[in-house]
């Protein structure tokens, strides 16, 4: 029969596995989990042989990509050639002496996955910015030379902290690679890099008030409401706050474990949080909405954390000139930004929680301890205070400052957060 797409799909698995030819030895095999994968039968030197020419799975390798494979296959026939060997051949070299491409593929399944949750950053990076230029590249052959080109590209763009970012990214692919003995040294030594201004955006009173209040006609998910609030009050990180789960809570206390903060010093043990009234109102309305998953701000599948990045992006998306305020309403008029402040991100919301602790009179110890900062110089070695009834006291302060700021007589607007 001549094959079709329709034709393909439609093929099921029996309790054995099945082949199906076209014609001109072109077939597709069926295996008994339902895999197809398309084969092509042949003769070379009187001997019977089978080529695979890859599995079903469009729009990745559909038919047509198929029939062209087959095509090549038996004009490296005519050639006198033998396709299977060929194709054996090519896979035996790319193992020893594999392309930027696969040493990519490589560094993601076998160091990136198992050691970072963001992965996925990884991956992107390296398909936005390192691949195209040098992915048909031996990993032996790159030069010192070609990993600065990958960065100039990236710096001529103006994206000064990406380039940064990518050449620490090219550094761990080819550390990686001489761990695995695919080269012999990295051509990453002494990569140039960009100074970077540490932000130190806070927020002002005014904003405080335009953020708590604007967040009620916001442009975006109850839970992001949710948790940008949590954040401001707690002093938390943001990925801390998105991936917090219902075990870590333990009354009015949020204990984070080590094995979740996020931080360039290495964390030993738990970080302990107490939650004023005002932090345990947002938890409580987080919690009536999470429909029992066990991550207070779930993702939409409710299987795991909400993703840290939903957050800036909700935010900017009401800022002024963002999406929500792009959108016309009738007789032209733009639409007023919900949070018409200058531009800030989630982390500012925690920066903000610092300087304000400062205003409040707290000390510089009890705050980076709320924070969860490493202390500094020989207090690291030697002090080991918890200051657990001072960082209540702290937090206490601080909910009670934004509750006059916000003038919050009552609980929160529950109603208005989870529209």
């Not at 994968?37 to 070379?44: D, G, K, N, S």
């Not at 109850?222 to 401001?232: D, F, G, M, P, S």
Request: hydrophobic content about 40%; proline content about 4%; glycine content about 6%.
């Amino acid at each position: 029969m001549r094959f079709t797409d329709a034709k393909i799909a439609a093929l099921k698995p029996q309790g054995r596995r099945y082949e199906l030819f076209e014609g001109g030895g072109f077939g597709v095999r069926i295996s008994t989990r339902g895999v197809k994968t398309f084969v092509l039968f042949y003769r070379h030197q009187g001997r019977l042989r089978r080529l695979s020419l890859g599995e079903y799975a469009p729009p990745t390798f559909t038919l047509a990509d198929a029939r062209l494979k087959a095509a090549e296959a038996k004009r490296a026939l005519k050639e006198g050639k033998d396709p299977a060997t060929e194709a054996l051949e090519r896979r035996e070299a790319i193992r020893r002496a594999p392309t930027v491409d696969h040493l990519a593929e490589e560094y993601i399944e076998r160091w990136a996955k198992p050691r970072k949750s963001s992965w996925r950053e990884d991956q992107r990076m390296l398909e936005k910015d390192v691949l195209p230029t040098i992915g048909n590249l031996k990993a032996a052959e790159v030069r010192r030379r070609d990993i600065i080109m990958v960065l100039d590209l990236v710096t001529d763009r103006g994206a000064l902290v990406v380039a940064n970012r990518t050449a620490a990214l090219l550094s761990r692919l080819f550390n990686f690679a001489v761990d695995r003995g695919i080269v012999d040294a990295s051509p990453c030594v002494r990569l140039p890099t960009h100074a970077e201004h540490h932000r130190d955006r806070v927020l002002s009173d005014d904003e405080i008030i335009t953020f708590w209040t604007g967040l009620d006609r916001a442009d975006m998910t109850a839970r992001t409401r949710l948790a940008l609030k949590l954040i401001l009050v707690t002093g938390q990180r943001p990925g801390e706050v998105c991936g917090m789960e219902e075990k870590e809570l333990q009354g009015d206390t949020w204990i984070i474990p080590a094995t979740r903060i996020k931080t360039r010093h290495k964390i030993l043990s738990d970080h302990r949080v107490p939650l004023s009234d005002l932090a345990m109102e947002i938890i409580e309305a987080a919690r009536a909405i999470a429909f029992g998953s066990a991550f207070l701000f779930p993702s939409p599948s409710l299987s795991g954390p909400m993703d840290e990045k939903s957050l800036s992006r909700a935010i900017r998306r009401n800022l002024p000139g963002g999406e929500r305020t792009r959108t016309f309403e009738e007789g032209g008029a733009e639409r007023e930004p919900a949070l018409n402040m200058a531009h800030f991100t989630p982390h500012d919301l925690r920066r903000t929680c610092r300087t304000k602790l400062a205003e409040l009179g707290v000390s510089d110890i009890v705050a980076e301890r709320i924070l969860n900062h490493a202390l500094q110089g020989m207090a690291r070695v030697y002090n080991h205070h918890t200051y657990e009834a001072e960082k209540v006291a702290a937090l206490v302060a601080w909910a009670n400052r934004l509750n006059k700021l916000t003038r919050r007589s009552v609980g929160l607007n529950v109603v208005a957060l989870c529209k």
